[in-house]
């Protein structure tokens, strides 16, 4: 089995996806737990606005999108500012993130409303910015989740600008987590597996994937998803890129997989199909031009980028 590794003189794999171009220094080290109220006093602190599982944008009259708005600019659009996640810092400037209680039908131009997965689909904001919006998503979600404690079940409180939250009863503390998913293309030859869930959309087939559990291997999870959801016997295990997946706070983890026999047997409980694919046949779909109009993920999602390699290897 080939592993298909670019040149080490070239850009990491991994930044070649959405949401991976986050360049804010979160500065870890350095933050204590009154992190938001003194991010608030930065004049030119700048935030993202989320509502709902959309990000507010400011159309420019030349089509340009600007996510970012000043601390003014989030009050008047309805944000509690007391709890604004503290994101970093990028080039001198305070990041955050707050969320507003307008829904985007409420908004008016020039702002407007796009949802996460519109804002890559689209190519709406720039690699750096959808960076950002991973971590902003991420934080979002968690905190929101986690407003109990789960050792007492009391009232939690956030601290540390959203990177943590501490329990007002028994002071327990909570951090943010990352839910691993292994994400993988079997490959065997100049074939590989795709399949399809029923919630995808018409026509589109991609890899397979699932939660990596505990006390498992990049690897184990890889060989037990593809055993589980299509029966297959795989042997190497190649590590390719991962990318941060917003919905909530997943890292996908992208692997080749080496599979060791044509056998297969579908899970209709997990996929609705699934078979082998040759490298033309692929080709075709990455294209747009399979005579029955399939295809493959969006352009900028992990799957995508694991065929893509695959189908122009050599």
Same mark, same amino acid.
């Given at each position: 089995?080939?592993?298909?590794?670019?040149?080490?003189? $070239?850009? %990491?794999?991994?930044?070649?996806? !959405?949401?991976?171009? #986050?360049?804010?220094?979160?500065?870890?080290?350095?933050?204590? =737990? @009154?992190?938001?109220?003194?991010?608030?006093?930065?004049?030119?602190?700048?935030?993202?606005?989320?509502?709902?599982?959309?990000?507010?944008?400011?159309?420019? $009259?030349?089509?340009?999108? #600007?996510?970012?708005?000043?601390?003014?600019?989030?009050?008047?659009? #309805?944000?509690?500012?007391?709890?604004?996640?503290? /994101?970093?810092?990028?080039?001198?400037?305070?990041?955050?993130? +707050?969320?507003?209680?307008?829904?985007?039908?409420?908004?008016? &131009?020039?702002?407007?409303?796009?949802?996460?997965?519109?804002?890559?689909?689209?190519?709406?904001?720039?690699?750096?910015?959808?960076?950002? /919006?991973?971590?902003?998503?991420?934080?979002?979600?968690? @905190?929101?989740?986690?407003?109990?404690?789960?050792?007492?079940?009391?009232?939690?409180?956030?601290?540390?600008?959203?990177?943590?939250?501490?329990?007002?009863?028994? @002071? *327990? %503390?909570?951090?943010?987590?990352?839910?691993?998913?292994?994400?993988? /293309?079997?490959?065997? *030859?100049?074939?590989?597996?795709? &399949?399809?869930?029923?919630?995808?959309? %018409?026509?589109?087939?991609?890899?397979?994937? *699932?939660?990596?559990?505990?006390?498992?291997?990049?690897?184990? &999870?890889?060989?037990?998803?593809?055993?589980?959801?299509?029966?297959?016997?795989?042997?190497?295990?190649?590590?390719?890129?991962?990318?941060?997946?917003?919905?909530?706070?997943?890292?996908?983890?992208?692997?080749?997989? %080496?599979?060791?026999?044509?056998?297969?047997?579908?899970?209709?409980?997990?996929?609705?199909?699934?078979?082998?694919?040759?490298?033309?046949?692929?080709? +075709? +779909?990455?294209?747009?031009?399979?005579?029955?109009?399939?295809?493959?993920? !969006?352009?900028?999602? =992990?799957?995508?980028?694991? =065929?893509? =390699?695959?189908? $122009?290897?050599?």
């Amino acid at each position: 089995m080939r592993f298909y590794l670019y040149d080490l003189q $070239q850009i %990491e794999a991994s930044q070649r996806l !959405s949401f991976s171009g #986050n360049r804010i220094d979160t500065a870890s080290e350095k933050r204590n =737990i @009154n992190a938001s109220a003194e991010a608030l006093q930065h004049d030119n602190a700048q935030t993202l606005l989320l509502s709902s599982g959309h990000v507010f944008i400011k159309q420019g $009259q030349n089509g340009s999108a #600007n996510c970012w708005f000043s601390i003014e600019e989030a009050r008047a659009l #309805n944000c509690d500012t007391k709890s604004a996640i503290v /994101l970093g810092t990028y080039e001198q400037q305070t990041r955050m993130a +707050m969320v507003s209680s307008l829904k985007p039908e409420e908004l008016f &131009a020039p702002i407007t409303a796009v949802t996460y997965r519109s804002a890559f689909t689209q190519q709406i904001l720039s690699h750096e910015d959808l960076g950002a /919006l991973a971590e902003a998503a991420a934080l979002d979600s968690w @905190n929101r989740s986690h407003r109990f404690c789960s050792r007492c079940g009391a009232a939690t409180r956030m601290v540390s600008g959203g990177f943590k939250r501490v329990c007002r009863h028994c @002071n *327990g %503390e909570h951090f943010p987590r990352t839910d691993p998913v292994a994400i993988m /293309l079997p490959v065997r *030859g100049d074939r590989c597996i795709l &399949a399809r869930s029923p919630h995808f959309a %018409e026509n589109v087939y991609s890899c397979l994937a *699932g939660f990596i559990e505990p006390g498992e291997t990049i690897e184990t &999870a890889v060989r037990r998803e593809s055993k589980e959801e299509m029966g297959l016997e795989i042997g190497r295990v190649g590590y390719h890129a991962s990318q941060p997946w917003p919905f909530p706070y997943s890292l996908m983890i992208g692997c080749h997989a %080496e599979v060791l026999s044509d056998e297969f047997t579908i899970d209709r409980d997990e996929l609705e199909d699934g078979r082998w694919f040759d490298k033309q046949e692929v080709k +075709m +779909m990455l294209s747009g031009n399979h005579p029955q109009g399939l295809t493959c993920p !969006s352009t900028g999602a =992990i799957a995508s980028h694991l =065929i893509q =390699i695959w189908a $122009q290897s050599i």
